[in-house]
């Protein structure tokens, strides 16, 4: 099985900043993507970041140039850093790896169980 462990959620003011850590264990055999995702109430759950294999990130218009997303593949670990906080990034942020085979067939995806971010004052 594999397990996301989330952390670095909390609650903080406008401008502020705040960097989730999503570490994966298991049997995890090739890592295509990481990523993270985001659900506030009563909206649909949103891409906010992705790093692929290869180093190559994508984002969402509402958080470039305030998030940056990274990797330590050794840890098989992801990073959100996420400054200049408003508060309308508050939602529940999840963790997600997809796993491929050697050509880059999607084989599974896993999620974390969501870490809460609440930005304000």
């Known amino acids: 099985q594999v397990q996301l462990v989330e952390s670095g959620g909390g609650l903080v003011q406008p401008g502020g900043s705040l960097r989730l850590s999503c570490a994966a264990s298991?049997?995890?055999?090739?890592?295509?993507?990481m990523g993270w995702y985001r659900q506030a109430p009563g909206k649909q759950r949103e891409l906010v970041a992705v790093?692929?294999?290869?180093?190559?990130?994508n984002y969402t218009d509402s958080v470039k140039g305030r998030f940056t997303i990274s990797r330590d593949n050794a840890k098989n670990t992801v990073y959100l850093q996420m400054n200049s906080l408003k508060p309308e990034d508050t939602a529940v942020y999840f963790c997600?790896?997809?796993?491929?085979?050697?050509?880059?067939?999607?084989?599974?995806?896993?999620w974390g169980q969501g870490t809460q971010v609440t930005v304000s004052s």
């Open positions: 790093i692929r294999s290869g180093g190559v990130t």
């Open positions: 997600n790896v997809a796993t491929s085979s050697p050509r880059g067939t999607l084989l599974n995806s896993y």
């Open positions: 298991g049997n995890i055999f090739r890592i295509a993507s």
